[in-house]
């Protein structure tokens, strides 16, 4: 609540709102009531060394002195000013004791929660999830977006989205947390009437037969392509698919090998006709994470979502 406060209250008043806490307001409330730094620090319980570093955040977030030293002590600029009865409500508000801390009591409480991810936590853990939230909070609903990274980033800045799950090395924003859950690789995948070796996928072998893409579009391709080049590799690409559901029926007739992401790979192998084979060399690693949006880092429900999937995921 003190967050939507504080974006209400500011909003296009300031750089970056988000940066924005309760120990800045205090700062300024406290030098426009004293005009003096050193006053303020013995108020508010705090070096003059700290409110010098806070005042100079400030003043980057609004774009403005705010304070200036002049022979009568720090005089507000008109912005700071402008500020005082914004910071004294929210003050107000906040030592009134009207803010309640929030809680989550994933028994009787519900929340709507919205992930997003691919493919591998599709096929992974989201079977598991969907099972825990139903029993740990039945109140609770689940919603999954697909992770287009054309737009995650937005989606996580307005809120749209609580968790973003995946190999996403683009979501490098100071706005947003992270959390890694595992590393894995590529990993191949081919019929088991193709002629393979008999001691095993050797790299001869894989830069000789036929490739096929599932998945591999944007981030991973990269990875793909730099790995056959960094082994001298130049395989023909028969066939590229942004899924895997078709791969249990194209591949078990099929006379190329498919490169998909190993723990997917893992998967498909179960299917009837299918074998996993390991990389003959080391696969690029892919850090899959879980990432969110700093406001809600302290959310009660939004923690108990990241920690009940921290536990799932690492099981795997």
């Known amino acids: 609540m ?3 406060l504080l974006y209400d209250h500011f909003q296009g008043k300031v750089m970056d709102v988000q940066d924005l806490e309760i120990r800045h307001l205090k700062l300024i409330d406290a030098l426009l009531r004293y005009r003096n730094g050193t006053v303020a620090a013995k108020h508010l319980g705090i070096s003059q060394p700290a409110v010098s570093q806070s005042l100079n955040r400030l003043r980057v977030l609004f774009d403005d002195p705010l304070f200036m030293r002049t022979e009568r002590g720090l005089e507000p600029s008109p912005r700071a000013l402008s500020l005082a009865g914004p910071v004294a409500e929210i003050l107000n508000l906040v030592d009134g004791g009207l803010l309640q801390k929030e809680t989550f009591d994933p028994l009787n409480d519900g929340r709507r929660f919205v992930v997003s991810t691919g493919e591998l936590g599709e096929l992974s853990c989201l079977p598991d999830l969907i099972k825990q ?6 109140r609770s609903s689940l919603i999954v977006v697909p992770a287009d990274t054309q737009s995650i980033d ?3 800045d307005n809120g749209t989205v609580d968790l973003a799950i995946g190999y996403l090395p683009e979501l490098t924003s100071p706005n947003y947390m992270q959390q890694s859950l595992f590393h894995h690789g590529l990993g191949c995948l081919a019929s088991e009437s193709l002629d393979v070796p008999k001691e095993g996928l050797t790299p001869e072998a894989f830069g000789t037969f036929d490739h096929a893409l599932i ?24 066939l590229q698919l942004p899924h895997l559901v078709s791969i249990p029926v194209i591949l078990p007739s099929a006379g ?23 990389l003959p060399f080391p696969s690029p690693m892919m850090n899959i994470r879980q990432i969110w949006h700093r406001r ?3 959310d009660p429900a939004h923690k108990w979502l990241r920690q009940l999937t921290a536990q799932l995921w690492m099981r795997k």
Not at 218 to 233: A, K, S
Not at 256 to 278: E, M, N, T
């Open 2 to 4: 003190i967050a939507k």
């Open 133 to 138: 939230i139903t029993h740990l909070s039945p």
């Open 154 to 156: 937005d989606l996580l």
């Open 215 to 238: 998945g591999m579009e944007g981030r991973l391709r990269t990875l793909y392509d730099q790995m056959v080049l960094e082994q001298g590799l130049r395989p023909r690409i028969v």
């Open 256 to 278: 190329f090998l498919v490169i998909a992401s190993d723990f997917l790979c893992k998967h498909f192998s179960k299917q009837k006709g299918i074998v996993r084979y390991p």
């Open 296 to 298: 809600k880092h302290q």
